[in-house]
Nanobody
Framework: QVQLVESGGGLVQAGGSLRLSCAASGRTFSIDGMGWFRQAPGKEREFVAAISWNGGKTIYTDSVKGRFAISRDNAKNTMYLQMNSLTPEDTAVYYC????????????????WGQGTQVTVYS
């Protein structure tokens, strides 16, 4: 089993930045791919970014390319999402996810999820 805890969410003005963290515990030595997803009110959960086990490969949804950066520090069992140039459309609950298989943008690839952290961007 893997436990994930997100932190770093908050209220920020449009154009600002936030850095989300996802701390993993439990069977961390088996974690391969990790990802960030988000869910806005009234919408389905959507993929944001994912990263390979060594951080060498990353993928992003088109709407965040050039603004968000995913990274991980396996020594600290922590994944990050640096979010810059935030817009109100980025407002959502952000979830981190982990898998024992390769990174992917597919929701069903990830059996382990955090509880989510709220990000609210105001104009």
């Amino acid at each position: 089993q893997v436990q994930l805890v997100e932190s770093g969410g908050g209220l920020v003005q449009a154009g600002g930045s936030l850095r989300l963290s996802c701390a993993a515990s439990g069977r961390t030595f088996s974690i391969d791919g990790m990802g960030w997803f988000r869910q806005a009110p009234g919408k389905e959960r959507e993929f944001v970014a994912a990263i390979s086990w060594n951080g060498g490969k990353t993928i992003y949804t088109d709407s965040v390319k050039g603004r968000f950066a995913i990274s991980r520090d396996n020594a600290k069992n922590t994944m990050y999402l640096q979010m810059n140039s935030l817009t109100p459309e980025d407002t959502a609950v952000y979830y981190c996810a982990a898998s024992f298989s390769a990174y992917s943008s597919a929701y069903h690839n990830y059996p382990y999820w955090g509880q989510g952290t709220q990000v609210t961007v105001y104009s």
